[in-house]
Nanobody
Framework: QVQLVESGGGLVQAGDSLRLSCAASGRTFSSTTMGWFRRAPGKEREFVAQITWRTNTYYADSVKGRFTITRSNTKNTVYLQMNSLKPEDTAVYYC??????????????????WGQGTQVTVSL
């Protein structure tokens, strides 16, 4: 069983930066593909970024060039650095994990473990 705990959300102004963190329990983090998703009010949960256990990274077009996903296997933590935030980035952000050894994936059903979410609100 893997538990994921997100932190770092908050209320910021457009153009500001935030860094989200997701701490994972368990001994298999280094072999686990991790992802960030978000759900804006009235919308479906959508893919934001992922980092595979091989450290390949992928981003949604809407955040490419502004967001950076990284991981620390020594700390069992994945990060999402968000720069140049826009009001349309406002959402609940979720950390997710695939089963150990699984490769890249972009759909929520492909992720087995989920955090509770952290709110990010970007004002004008």
């Amino acid at each position: 069983q893997v538990q994921l705990v997100e932190s770092g959300g908050g209320l910021v102004q457009a153009g500001d930066s935030l860094r989200l963190s997701c701490a994972a329990s368990g001994r298999t983090f280094s072999s686990t593909t991790m992802g960030w998703f978000r759900r804006a009010p009235g919308k479906e949960r959508e893919f934001v970024a992922q980092i595979t256990w091989r450290t390949n990274t992928y981003y949604a077009d809407s955040v490419k060039g502004r967001f950076t996903i990284t991981r620390s296997n020594t700390k069992n933590t994945v990060y999402l650095q968000m720069n140049s935030l826009k009001p349309e980035d406002t959402a609940v952000y979720y950390c997710a994990a695939r089963r150990p050894g699984a490769g890249s994936a972009f759909s929520p059903p492909d992720y087995y473990y989920w955090g509770q979410g952290t709110q990010v609100t970007v004002s004008l």
